[in-house]
């Protein structure tokens, strides 16, 4: 299981960039979409044309009334198709900027995220953000098919990552805050990106509080153990894609994984603003 995560997450900047990069804002602002609507609408665009309850279930941790200014108001000016061709062409011209065709290791690298992404459709079950993207067509260009099959696997995780929090009785905004007490992400990006008012914020750390999971605004034991947790079972949910690999395979993507993430991240693919 611990080559399994080290394999997704040295490679889930080649897809987490998209999220960043200014290739895909120009996109979707020329399909009449600005701010924070291009990414409610081109991440949901795989679902069709999803209604806001069904961006606030699978997406789980934003402000409604964030994604209510968005969907479904994003299909009155473009399409699903047209976002996802969008998404696509951004992934690409942001991943050719950073140098990720010019990498040696490539093939093999592509050979086995493809495994596993494939392994993954075979368990769409209870995943429903991973199985509207599951049915989408792979690219053509390697580097786009690498970061497709990595698309996939995120929200295979993604997806089994909500029913753990489900399942612990952790809340979205709850997610939140123990994520930002947990020191790994700064609490102003979570704040902003996530758009949850400072009042309903305050009263969630209070509320943690008084559950023993927070010693001030820091995790404490009882919160690391449940965070810790929550974690493991994600991992374990994410195992029947990555079991495909085996344990040397898996050690294998993670050694190759390596320098794809990297280039993502030292080319400012993943910068914030």
Known sequence: MKAARAAWRRLEPVHGMIYFVPEAAERYAALGLKDRAGYFASRAAALGRASADLV??????????LVRRAIPAAWDVTTPGQLLAARVEAAGAALRRAGIHELPGLEETLALATRAAEAACEHPQGRPLFA????????????????HAQTLLREFRGDGHVAILLSEGIGPLE???LHACSGTVPPVFLKVSRNWPEAE????????????????DELSTAGKALRQHVEDRTDA??????????EDGCERLAELARPFGRAVVDRGLLNLG
Not at 56 to 65: E, G, M, Q, V
Not at 132 to 147: S, V
């Open 56 to 65: 606030i279930a699978t997406f789980y941790n934003f402000n409604p009334t």
């Open 132 to 147: 509207a993207h599951a049915t989408l067509d792979w690219p053509d260009e390697p580097i786009l098919r690498l970061w």
């Open 175 to 177: 997610a939140l805050v």
């Open 201 to 216: 914020w305050a009263e969630t750390e209070e509320r943690l509080r008084e559950r023993g999971l927070l010693d001030g």
């Open 237 to 246: 949910l994410a195992l029947p894609a990555y079991a495909a690999l085996g």
